[in-house]
């Protein structure tokens, strides 16, 4: 009998140490990386949703002011940006960074818009 519960007890030892380890992401790295790959084929303002999957909290920001992201940060998952760009009036096309850190990766959405049609 004292066997017996010795090795309940080692057993339910072991699946709890497994169980906490199954539920930690020691083991995985940090990543980003984006699933949109279209680029604003027009020189007006707008908004575009992207696609962002992450395996840790992250935060977004873009390099220019002409296009702005929401949401700025989210938890580890499947995230939808929506990116809110404003016209553009000049006669050549433009491109900004859209960065994505998560944890100690950082992964880089490039849109570029075109420009205004002159006549």
Known sequence: M???LSMIALITAIM???CQKLHRNDDVPD???FATADQIEMSEAGTRRITVYTTCGWTVESSAEWVTVEPKSGKSGVNELTLTF???TGTEQRTA???CTAGTYTDTYIITQKAAETL
């Open 2 to 4: 004292k066997i017996r």
């Open 16 to 18: 709890a140490v497994s």
């Open 31 to 33: 990543s980003a990386w």
């Open 86 to 88: 404003s016209e553009n």
């Open 97 to 99: 960074e859209i960065n």
